[in-house]
């Protein structure tokens, strides 16, 4: 399909400076060499540091985890996707779980941050998926849809083509609990068939679609090779270099 696999590591809230700029390093140092695309989602005040590590290192990019709906103002506490690309960021995380389940993000929070790191040249990488209880109640599709249709409908056909999308299910994100591939193919080729619906077979087609929800070097070979799966963005399993670079031989 020609898609380009990406394997994303998302540090949350963990590492002081000096254990990033590390963790940084041994990455690039132990870091198989492959066709896919990196990027490394550090806690803000780590992104500068992070970045300089990742320079001119092929297929390493670095990433926020967070940016805020507003431009610039007084919105103190925040941070900005202007902000972002001044610091080397081209990817920004938006709607991940922890986002939406501590800090009340709706859809519609998420389409506006969507709308700024676009503006500002930066990808968002769109997290969607749903509760334990949603799958239980056999709402997951239902779900995942509404959340893709109300942050991602109103953009346009250049800005569609910028979005990757990753499917976390909110029960499987730190939980040890993974998807099996056969879970995870089918809710991807349920976006798929979004995309395809919201816009046309070729942005469908096109999407970068990723999982995650303890992705691990033990189980990543086997998510990775489903048809609809370009990926995966990583959260505990990307702390450890080691782990992280596993993963990475696995896309
Ligand atoms: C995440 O936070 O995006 C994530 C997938 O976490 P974990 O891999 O730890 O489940």
């Not at 695309?37 to 590590?53: A, H, R, T």
């Not at 290192?57 to 996707?81: D, I, P, R, W, Y």
């Not at 929070?109 to 676009?118: M, R, S, T």
């Not at 193919?185 to 798929?192: G, P």
Request: aromatic content about 8%.
């Amino acid at each position: 399909m020609g898609r380009i696999k990406i394997i994303a590591g998302n540090w949350k809230m963990n590492k002081n400076l000096s254990e990033a700029v590390s963790l940084t390093q041994e990455i690039i140092h132990s870091s198989p060499e492959n066709n896919s695309l990196k990027i490394i989602f550090p806690p803000f005040p780590f992104i500068q540091s992070v970045n300089e590590v990742l320079k001119n290192k092929k297929g390493f990019f670095v990433g926020a985890q967070n940016c805020s709906e507003h431009n610039a103002g007084a919105f103190t506490g925040e941070v900005s996707a202007t902000m972002l690309n001044s610091l080397g960021c081209t990817y920004v995380l938006i709607g991940h779980s922890e986002r939406r389940q501590y800090f009340n993000e709706t859809n519609a929070l998420c389409h506006k941050k969507i709308v700024q790191a676009l503006n500002n040249n930066i990808k968002p990488v769109y997290c969607v998926g749903e509760t334990l209880q949603q799958r239980k109640s056999n709402t997951h599709f239902e779900i995942v849809k509404s959340q893709i249709t109300e942050a991602l409908s109103s953009l346009n056909s250049d800005q569609i083509k910028q979005v990757v999308i990753a499917y976390e299910p909110v029960w499987a994100i730190g939980t040890g609990e993974t998807a099996t591939p056969q879970q995870a193919q089918e809710m991807h080729a349920f976006i798929r068939t979004c995309m395809k619906d919201l816009f046309d077979a070729s942005v469908s087609d096109n999407c970068i679609l990723l999982y995650g929800g303890s992705c691990n070097a033990s189980n990543a070979k086997d998510l990775f090779s489903c048809e609809d799966i370009d990926g995966g963005l990583i959260g505990g399993a990307s702390l450890k270099a080691e782990d992280f670079c596993k993963i990475i031989a696995s896309a």
